[in-house]
């Protein structure tokens, strides 16, 4: 995998991407534009991660360490950040834009609403969490499998649900604080 991750790394900056030395790009990875991404180093992307870069403008920083699970998608139209030594979980949704709602236009008229996404250092986001345009989650925050974040998440706290609601501050009972 590190040989080949490597390799579709080396493929990537070749077509414009800007990666950090020892990133992985795992197996059946896509990016659209990649002249609009840049990847920190030793950033790790598993199989199956889609970076649908919607324009020619749009941006995608994943900062160092960050690593990206399974069958994660990255919608950007305009500005998507996420910090170093975040993990995101297989299956996240994450979007900077959504179609507009004017009346008198049908949905296939609609332009689109562009609403920067900012993802701290050090944020865990659990499987299956869908993050919506304009929404800062902090550093050190958590959130749970499976939850929708309509709106910004303190630093060091644990969000869960539908929409995303404050559970806890995060703490370190029963261990030590890590990092790599």
């Not at 929404?135 to 749970?144: E, K, L, M, T, W």
């Not at 910004?152 to 790599?180: C, E, K, N, W």
Request: aromatic content about 4%; glycine content about 12%.
């Amino acid at each position: 995998m590190l040989a080949r991750g490597r390799a579709i790394a080396r493929l990537w900056v070749a077509r414009g991407a800007r990666v950090g030395p020892k990133t992985v790009i795992g197996r059946q990875c896509a990016v659209d534009r990649p002249w609009c991404v840049e990847l920190g180093a030793r950033v790790l992307l598993e199989a199956d991660v889609y970076l649908k870069m919607a324009a020619d403008t749009a941006s995608l920083t994943l900062c160092d360490y960050v690593f990206v699970g399974r069958g994660v998608e990255f919608d950007v139209l305009g500005d998507v950040r996420v910090g170093a030594h975040t993990v995101i979980a297989p299956r996240c949704f994450i979007t900077d834009h959504n179609h507009g709602t004017l009346p008198g236009l049908r949905i296939d008229q609609q332009p689109s609403v562009i609403d920067p996404v900012v993802i701290g250092a050090d944020v865990w986001l659990g499987t299956g969490v869908v993050v919506l345009p304009g929404v800062n989650i902090s550093d050190g925050a958590v959130v749970g499998a499976n939850s929708v974040v309509t709106k910004d998440v303190a630093p060091m706290t644990v969000v869960a649900g539908v929409p995303a609601r404050f559970l806890r501050a995060r703490s370190i009972a029963g261990g030590t604080p890590g990092g790599r």
